[in-house]
């Protein structure tokens, strides 16, 4: 769940090799005007905690599936919970140190990989009307972007033709392999990627003022 940019983590990580920050904060809320005391927070042990159930709960899905395969039923599986990982951008993509042995980086679609600078997990941030950081999830900082979506859609793809799934152009003309989502198309769809808001950074003021406001609110009006 830290990996979404919804929860940005706070200075550096709490040790070397950790894949955890000592706290996740809202992410207009910068390290400099961090205040544990005032700004709502998870801790890295609450982080870690989260992340331990949902670990369990697609352990569980995992060995449901592999159950069912042993009991002659077709059934497969597709890890989007470990393609996230595997593009985590803070937690493991600019810290070698956190990655655990199995971890390789996500291979993008060329089309994704020449971009610069290249989409990535961390919230959306652009300077004079340009793309500086992020790219692959929305401005909620929870649901992927399009071409967020689009790689999604391609890991689905794969499971489907490895499952003998036929596709087919619009006027029913079988697919050749590889069957590949159009990055190019989805590109040129994608405005966070060609035309970011040039306001993103006073939109993020916004948004924590509001923020601030509402906390207010709640403190003065507890019902």
Known sequence: ???APIARGVGVKE????????FYTRPWITDASFDPARDPFI?????RAVDSAIDQYNDAIADTVAGARNKGRDWLLLDLAGVLDRLAARRYVEDPNARP???RPYPLPPELAALDPVPDTRFLAAADGRRV???MFSLDG???ATVGYGILAQELINVMVGAGVEFSFLDGTPRPAPVRVDFARLINHD?????????ITSGLDVLGWADEML???RLALPF
């Open 15 to 22: 040790s070397p090799g950790s894949r955890y920050f000592p």
């Open 142 to 144: 929870v649901h992927p």
């Open 133 to 135: 950081a992020g790219g």
């Open 191 to 199: 405005t966070l990627l060609t035309v970011p808001p040039a306001n």
């Open 215 to 217: 906390d207010l609110l």
């Open 1 to 3: 769940m830290t990996i």
């Open 101 to 103: 042995a199995w971890w």
């Open 43 to 47: 801790t890295a042990d609450e982080a």
